[in-house]
């Protein structure tokens, strides 16, 4: 079993940061890529910032030059630094991990909601 678990969401004024953590634990072999997306209502789930195991990095367009994604293999974790937000980055956001236990299984974290007021 793989639990992975988000803290970091909040409410922050336009403008500001908040830093985002993401921390898988159980049973992993080898874990592959990590991710962050995001979520509105009525939208589907997109990709905010992904981070393979090789080191490459890769962003949306909105969010490129604002967000950093970057990950401690050695504690299984994924952070998502967010700066200059905007109102527009209003999300539940979500991490995702791919581990290789075998075969390649895909985790979720349950969500944690990000509000930046204007």
């Known amino acids: 079993q793989v639990q992975v678990v988000e803290s970091g969401g909040g409410l922050v004024q336009s403008g500001g940061s908040l830093r985002l953590s993401c921390a898988a634990s159980?049973?992993?072999?080898?874990?592959?890529?990590m991710g962050w997306y995001r979520q509105t209502p009525g939208n589907q789930r997109e990709l905010v910032a992904g981070?393979?195991?090789?080191?490459?990095?890769n962003y949306a367009g909105s969010v490129k030059g604002r967000f950093t994604i970057s990950r401690d293999n050695a504690k299984n974790t994924v952070y998502l630094q967010m700066n200059s937000l905007k109102p527009e980055d209003t999300a539940v956001y979500y991490c995702?991990?791919?581990?290789?236990?075998?075969?390649?299984?895909?985790?979720w974290g349950q969500g944690t909601q990000v509000t930046v007021s204007s």
């Open positions: 159980g049973s992993i072999f080898r874990l592959d890529d």
């Open positions: 995702k991990v791919t581990i290789w236990n075998m075969r390649t299984y895909d985790y």
């Open positions: 981070s393979s195991s090789g080191g490459s990095t």
